[in-house]
């Protein structure tokens, strides 16, 4: 098993920025890639970013060059610093942990509860 927190969500106004935490305890951390999905009211849950075990990333199109996915193995937390923010950036995200990089919420097998970023226009 591998449990997941999130932090660093809050309300913040259009072209700030923010960045999220995930820290994860249980299993080696490091066997583990790790994601980034968000859910805006009333849409379906939806895939941000992800990065490998080695520091290989993907971004969806929505969020790159705005948004940077990182990981330090030492303290097992993967972050989220996102930029330019936009009102359309509000939603709860979620860190998912699974065996491999991956944009679909199906290949992750560990979410945790998600922190709300809200951005104001």
């Known amino acids: 098993q591998v449990q997941l927190v999130e932090s660093g969500g809050g309300l913040v106004q259009a072209g700030s920025s923010l960045r999220l935490s995930c820290a994860a305890s249980?299993?080696?951390?490091?066997?583990?890639?790790m994601g980034w999905f968000r859910q805006a009211p009333g849409k379906e849950r939806e895939f941000a970013a992800a990065?490998?075990?080695?520091?290989?990333?993907y971004y969806a199109d929505s969020v790159k060059g705005r948004f940077t996915i990182s990981r330090d193995n030492a303290k097992n937390t993967v972050y989220l610093q996102m930029n330019s923010l936009k009102p359309e950036d509000t939603a709860v995200y979620y860190c998912?942990?699974?065996?491999?990089?991956?944009?679909?919420?199906?290949?992750?097998?560990?979410w945790g509860q998600g922190t709300q970023v809200t951005v104001s226009s």
């Open positions: 990065i490998n075990w080695s520091g290989g990333t």
């Open positions: 249980g299993r080696t951390f490091s066997n583990y890639a």
């Open positions: 998912a942990a699974g065996p491999r990089l991956a944009t679909r919420i199906a290949s992750y097998d560990y």
